[in-house]
């Protein structure tokens, strides 16, 4: 096939102007001199009405704006409303001639039926992937038109993941939960990939086969509509720009495509000298394909790429030709109160946390999750293993089906995300039939028939590329260390939860009877104290040093980076190296410390002592860091300077922690400091609190400021402290927080609530705020906090 592209491109270099600078003045005239059928994309979020229709306490319809969820739920969510609520929204259409306008949904849990003024138009069914709707036959013009969604997040087995919720690992939340877009175009325009179902095309199809420093070598296959009445001749152009501004124009012979058909245009590009995407430098291509007829552009599109080189072998994954070892961690898309109701700016913060915490890699446990999360991970530099809806669960032949189709539906959604690298087309601990097995890898490389597309599995079949089975599917002590096999390597996909909860009890998750004693189980809710703390990092430790012994073990992925709450079990899932508010753990700084210093983006010399150093800590004092030595101090005297001294639980870690004894405690100030070649480069202090004084106010912003223009939703935290400022872990009071006046704006959760190791947390939710935002915390005793979150 590289051959080939090869030839084509040499054939059409003559048909086919390159360049690496502005675009000649001719296009700018041509932007000036477009047609009214140009493509428009409008955040359709606003005003929307809602109400439930079988919640006996619903009073009738009420103002929302997307994403919503259909009820606010506790924190610990043991008894989840499901049902059928309504949404509706009025829209003005005027002239309507020669214009296209469609509807999408960029995800509704789990059922939608969809109307336009009364009239049918689609019923969609699956929460995870989205759908479009043609309106134009439905529109009524110069007037008022409606759209009604009735949605459904009742149980149904043949709508995967299919399991009811009450057994179930995760929630799946009701509602519009996603953007919704109004996209306007003319009568000849670009498709959606997804709404096209078109096998290996729809929309913009990229892909980059013969990749090195000196060029890339790929195509862009581009497919587009004709809803007119007659033929067009149409000429398609692509255009990549890099960062730094250098442009790359190629352009293909007209095409002629007949009245009521489509067709796919797909045009060789070559890149010189190309930036190439790694999670170190996550280098982005914006890539812009225009549709001209009669030398006026009538559409265009616009997405943002990576050029990379992705292999998987027996010995590892390899990324622009250099091994790469696979740190990663799983993630569910759930917000407290809201499920799973976020923002696209909150979806970023939760990948800037990944990215701090030092991982590389993302499994999207087990679903496909909101573009929004991708696209952070494209911008940031996270590789992703995109999963299909599923656990534990393997349905029907409709079932069946419909999984097959989420396999299609995601490959097309996602397959331009330089981040995707590989598909988990299996359905999580399910027992699936050999056949199904086999046709959903034929599903996959029909849509994507390239050498770079890797399938994974958490059965040990041949027809996936990846092995990635949970450490506790195997037996210890060696649990994954001595498979063997000659043709596929393995990822552990789950690891330092569940062989720490229920001594290896299998996948019955309810059988309670066998369980280790309490302190040695990695869920550990972030106020269960020091101790255990500690063991949860330890577990961790311990699970991450074993697997690196497996010589077939090409990366790992935590449970799980976040708490969370599921459908089978009435209290969180605390298993997260952060709480389900995001608020890190002890753990979070194991792994922090596992990153390399000075090795790229969010890479630093770190120091972490993991002790609150109060009377009850413990007088060995473990410290994470990447740092060659530490040296820890306790008020102002120097205890000891080492390197780290690796045992047979960090013996294969790239940085062990650091182990430190006292002979007695002594309140005041723990000081550890880091050296990397005799320079002190890190610290970190740790100060005994004192009587609690006052209450800290903090907006967790993680990267991206709250947005002004769309809605968003972001954490405060009240940090109870003494009266130096240093956070008091004992402290539980409960505190009220309170907003002041401002109708864009406002506070979700339980209020007061009481502090969880000196934190209390509640959700800020805004919609393009037009003032500032002041919010205040009081609690007894406590003088009363404010903070301002300028608009």
């Known amino acids: 096939m590289k051959s080939q592209l090869k030839s084509l491109i ?152 299919g399991k009811p919720l009450e057994g179930l690992d995760f929630n799946f ?124 552009e009538i559409d ?50 939760d990948a800037y946390k990944i990215k701090e915490a030092g991982f590389n890699f993302v499994r999207l446990s087990h679903y496909p999750q909101t573009t929004a999360f991708y696209e952070a991970c494209d911008e940031l530099g996270l590789l992703l293993m995109d999963c299909i809806p599923g656990w534990q669960y393997f349905g029907n032949e409709e079932f069946q089906e419909r999984s097959l189709q989420d396999i299609r539906d995601m490959a097309r959604r996602d397959r331009n995300h330089p981040s995707v690298v590989f598909w988990e087309n299996s359905l999580n601990e399910s027992g699936m039939t050999p056949e199904f097995i086999v046709k959903a890898n034929e599903v996959l490389k029909k849509e994507l028939p390239y050498e770079d597309t890797y399938s994974a599995g958490w059965i040990d079949h041949p027809a996936y590329d990846l092995f990635t089975p949970a450490r506790q599917h195997a037996k ?31 996948f019955n998750q309810t059988a309670f009877s066998d369980l280790q004693e309490e302190e040695r189980t990695s869920r550990q809710l972030r106020s269960a104290g020091e101790k255990r703390l500690l063991q949860q990092a330890f ?34 899932e605390a298993s997260g190296i952060a709480d389900i508010f995001r608020i890190p753990k002890f753990s979070y700084y194991f792994y922090k410390s596992q990153k390399e210093p000075y090795s790229g983006a969010f890479s630093e010399p770190m120091v972490f002592i993991a002790s609150y150093w109060t009377k009850g800590s413990s007088k060995k004092i473990t410290v994470f860091s990447n740092t060659e030595e530490v040296a820890l101090y306790l008020n102002g005297k120097l205890l000891a ?70 809605p968003d939703v972001i954490f405060i935290y009240a940090k109870i402290t003494d009266a130096n400022g240093t956070l008091v872990p004992s402290a539980n009071h409960p505190v009220t927080f309170r907003l002041e006046e401002n109708e864009n704006a406002e506070l979700i959760g339980e209020n007061p609530v009481n502090a969880e190791a000196g934190i209390a947390s509640i959700l800020l939710r805004v919609n393009k705020p037009t003032s500032d935002i002041v919010i205040y915390a009081n609690s007894r005793d406590l003088s009363e906090a404010t903070i301002t979150i300028e608009k």
Request: hydrophobic share 35%; glycine share 6%.
């Open 10 to 161: 040499l054939a059409c270099l003559a048909l086919t102007f390159f360049g690496c600078e502005s675009l000649p003045h001719a296009d700018e005239v041509r932007d000036q001199q477009q047609k009214t059928s140009y493509r428009t994309t409008e955040n359709l979020n606003d005003d929307w009405q809602f109400r439930r229709l079988s919640d006996s306490l619903n009073s009738g319809w009420e103002s929302v704006f997307l994403p919503h969820t259909i009820r606010i739920e506790p924190l610990v969510v043991n008894d989840q409303w499901q049902g059928e609520a309504v949404y509706k929204k009025e829209f003005r259409v005027n002239e309507i001639s020669d214009r296209k306008w469609f509807f999408h949904f960029e995800g509704v849990m789990q059922e939608a039926d969809v109307e336009i003024n009364d009239s049918p138009v689609e019923s969609h069914k699956g929460g995870y992937l989205p759908f479009t709707v043609d309106a134009t036959p439905f529109l009524k013009k110069n007037s008022l038109n409606t759209i009604t969604v009735r949605v459904r997040n009742l149980d149904n087995s043949t709508i995967p993941p």
């Open 173 to 296: 939340y009701g509602g519009i939960y996603r953007n919704v877009q109004l996209i306007k175009t003319g009568t000849v325009f670009i498709t959606d990939p997804v709404h096209a179902a078109e096998v290996n095309s729809g929309g913009l199809l990229v892909h980059f086969d013969s990749i090195s420093e000196a060029n890339a070598e790929g195509f862009v296959k581009t497919h587009f509509q004709n809803d007119s009445e007659e033929e067009k001749e149409i000429v398609v152009e692509t255009i990549f720009t890099s960062k730094d501004g250098r442009t790359y124009k190629f352009t293909a012979p007209s095409e002629n495509v007949s009245a009521g058909s489509s067709l796919a245009v797909t045009q060789p590009v070559s890149i010189p000298q190309p930036d190439l995407w790694s999670p170190d430098s996550p280098a982005l291509y914006d890539l812009k394909v225009r549709l001209f007829e009669n030398g006026e």
């Open 300 to 349: 265009r599109k616009e997405i943002r790429t990576g050029i990379r080189d992705i292999f998987l072998s027996e010995d590892g994954f390899y990324l622009n030709g250099k091994r790469l070892f696979l740190n990663g961690t799983n993630r569910h898309q759930e917000y407290p109160f809201i499920g799973y109701a976020l923002s696209d700016e909150a979806n970023y913060r």
């Open 476 to 506: 210890p002590p060696y649990y994954w260390n001595l498979y063997n096999t000659t043709n596929r390597p393995i990822l552990i996909a789950e690891y330092g939860d569940w062989e720490y909860y229920a001594q290896n009890a299998g």
């Open 539 to 572: 577990n961790f430790q311990e699970a991450f040093n074993s697997n690196l012994k497996g010589a077939q073990t090409i990366g790992m992925a935590n449970w799980l980076m976040f708490d969370y709450n599921r459908g089978y079990s009435d209290d969180l």
């Open 641 to 710: 300077k080492k390197k780290p001294k690796a045992d047979q639980f960090s013996d294969e870690l790239p940085h062990p922690p650091f182990n430190f004894e006292v002979d007695e405690f002594e309140p005041g100030e723990l000081k550890a400091e880091g050296f990397i070649d005799g320079k002190r480069v890190a610290e970190h202090v740790v100060r005994t609190p004192e009587k609690t004084a006052y209450i800290k106010l903090e907006a967790d912003l993680s990267g991206k400021d709250l947005a002004t223009t769309s």
